[in-house]
């Protein structure tokens, strides 16, 4: 079986400093790794995913994110955040080859502060 | 226009009552799901569809049911409401254009449902 664990419930930042959320999995299988970004009151969308090739991926709004197979971590990184970055980040994981299934980490709450 | 709407999107409602939350969707996707996002808990699947006569049971399937209509609808029912029960709820889709396992899911604006 698979699982995601998120180590922050919420992280703290000042605008314009740099910020990493992180995210460890659990998985017997090869797997597709994704972050999202759910605004408040909004729906999730979409900030990256990594499916195969380079390790480091880059996604939407200057985010990017590195998979370390070997430290099953797949941790979200910006170096300068904004304001508008306030938001809440889930990481996932699918089996490849599988569904489309995805189980969700329990979520970060990326506080940035003026 | 959004591609993926929820109705209702706030709902209170008391134990035992049936209700319905509805999802469409014009994506054209063959993919629906339907999730419960809990504070501390992230999201998790209650029942996914890949077409109109393809429903599976999720991680978290008990209490709920699911019709799926057509293509573009997906409805999720809560027989006798009870207030664990109490969550946002998130419709998605996704195309399996990709690599299995790799479609982007699309979520709608979620309903938030009270039940008390």
């Known amino acids: 079986a698979q699982s995601v664990t998120q180590l922050d419930s919420q992280v703290p930042v000042f605008e314009e400093a740099p910020v990493e959320l992180r995210c460890n999995y659990s998985s017997s299988v090869s797997v597709y790794l994704f972050w999202y970004v759910q605004y408040p009151n909004q729906g999730l969308q979409l900030l990256l995913k990594?499916?195969?090739?380079?390790?480091l991926v880059k996604g939407i709004n200057g985010f990017e994110a590195e998979f370390n197979k070997s430290q099953t971590s797949f941790h979200l990184r910006k170096p300068s955040v904004h304001i508008s970055d306030t938001a809440e980040y889930f990481c996932?994981?699918?089996?490849?080859?599988?569904?489309?299934?995805?189980?969700f980490g329990q979520g970060t709450t990326l506080q940035v502060k003026p | 226009d959004a591609d993926v709407t929820q109705t209702p999107r706030n709902r209170i409602t008391k134990t035992g009552k049936r209700i319905m939350l509805e999802c469409s969707q014009t994506?054209?996707?063959?993919?629906m799901y339907w999730y419960r996002q809990d504070p501390g808990l992230g999201l998790r699947l209650i029942y996914y569809?890949?077409?109109?006569?393809?429903?599976n049971k999720g991680e978290i399937s008990d209490g709920y049911s699911v019709s799926r209509q057509a293509q573009a609808k997906f409805s999720l029912s809560l027989e006798s409401a009870i207030p664990n029960q109490t969550a946002l709820y998130f419709c998605?889709?996704?195309?399996?254009?990709?690599?299995?396992?790799?479609?982007?899911?699309?979520f709608g604006p979620g309903t938030r449902l009270t039940v008390l």
């Open positions: 998605a889709t996704s195309d399996p254009g990709g690599a299995g396992g790799a479609d982007e899911q699309f």
């Open positions: 990594y499916l195969s090739g380079s390790t």
């Open positions: 569809s890949f077409d109109v006569k393809d429903i």
């Open positions: 996932a994981v699918s089996e490849s080859g599988n569904t489309g299934k995805l189980i």
């Open positions: 994506k054209g996707h063959d993919r």
